[in-house]
């Protein structure tokens, strides 16, 4: 079973401001955007920092959102997204609209790193922090664009570094103290137990029911009007009720079929590498406060591909560590 990669630090990009970020995360989601998406952010700033001569190596990325806009229409319990109107083309006709999913955050990233250079000279981890935040400001956050703070002196703007690599109980006093700055906010973790568990329910009634039923029913409020014998009356439930607040939510991508050698696919971004045609996988995932939190592992997000099982895709540990699960996705073919 795959585990989050060993680190020494944590790098907190805290309070940042991403105007019309992506909020179409897969097919058949939307809101927050994916987490693969932070990923992809995590290896093109680790290229960027290389590239600047800072030696770093960003070995996962962990996101507590602080507050959000989705740009949607109000009108009841039906929401649209709100769309661009282009300018017409030279026929004089409005061209065609692609609908666009968008979203405003404010959120902090925390990377995990691991540096030979910060454990060797500590006192350079402030300033090449600052380093970092500055590569950051001329990047894309899942599509959006960062905002610079209005009072970007201020101490809650400022990247800071926290420092793991002492003893057991040294880390577990840094993160606790640390975890406090990150409020008010949520963090979102991966939930494959819930998926797992909430199969086995179904099945119980319907043996033929499939993991996208259960992900379905989890991904929805589901009502039952209970009886009570004894009072001769009954109330309706919801079976949310005490289970948190969970989403459903991408994984990742698995493949359609076999890697193709590289070159050989037309139009690819990249020739010099293979390509493979993927789909996503699909799980669901909780949000919940960074006080809850209680070692990093739990709240960071890693890759793990897996060429030889035609699966790429992102792990978080929260389920394994707090509940000793496996992890768990589906996948479906949307045809």
Not at 13 to 30: D, E, G, K, M
Not at 141 to 150: F, S
Request: charged content about 25%; glycine content about 6%; some cysteine.
């Amino acid at each position: 079973m795959s585990t989050c990669p060993n680190f020494s630090h944590l790098l907190v990009l805290p309070r940042l401001q991403v105007q019309n970020a992506n909020a179409v995360s897969s097919p058949l989601t939307h809101g927050f955007p994916s987490m693969t998406a932070f990923l992809g952010l995590m290896w093109a700033l680790e290229r960027k920092v290389r590239s600047s001569g800072l030696h770093l190596k960003f070995k996962a990325v962990g996101v507590v959102c602080h507050d959000y806009q989705e740009l949607v229409t109000e009108s009841g319990f039906v929401k649209a997204f709100r769309l661009t109107r282009n300018p017409v083309g030279k026929d004089g006709k409005p061209p065609g609209i692609v609908e666009e999913g968008r979203i405003h955050l404010s959120l902090s990233l925390v990377l995990a790193v691991e540096s030979d250079h910060w454990k060797k000279e500590p006192d350079a981890c402030e300033s090449d922090a600052a380093a970092v935040s500055e590569l950051l400001a001329s990047m894309r956050i899942a599509g959006g664009t960062l905002i610079p703070p209005a009072q970007p002196w201020l101490r809650r703007f400022q990247p800071y570094v926290l420092d793991l690599t002492g003893t057991e109980a040294d880390r577990d006093a840094v993160f606790r103290k640390a975890r406090m700055h990150l409020l008010p906010g949520f963090t979102l973790i991966s939930r494959d137990d819930r998926l797992k568990e909430r199969l086995s329910e179904i099945q119980t009634n319907d043996p033929e029911a499939s993991p996208l039923d259960a992900w379905l029913s989890l991904s929805r409020i589901n009502w039952h009007y209970e009886v009570d014998e004894d009072a001769g009356k009954g109330k309706w439930l919801n079976d949310r009720r005490g289970k948190g607040w969970i989403v459903p939510i991408p994984v990742g991508y698995g493949a359609l079929g076999e890697l193709h050698p590289a070159g050989s696919v037309s139009n690819a971004r990249d020739a010099s590498i293979p390509f493979h045609f993927v789909e996503s996988l699909y799980s669901v995932g909780e949000w919940i406060s960074p006080h809850r939190i209680q070692s990093p592992q739990q709240f960071l997000w890693y890759p793990d591909s897996q060429p030889e099982n035609d699966l790429y895709r992102c792990r978080n540990d929260y389920g394994q560590t707090a509940h000793n699960e496996e992890p768990y996705h589906f996948e479906f073919d949307l045809d």
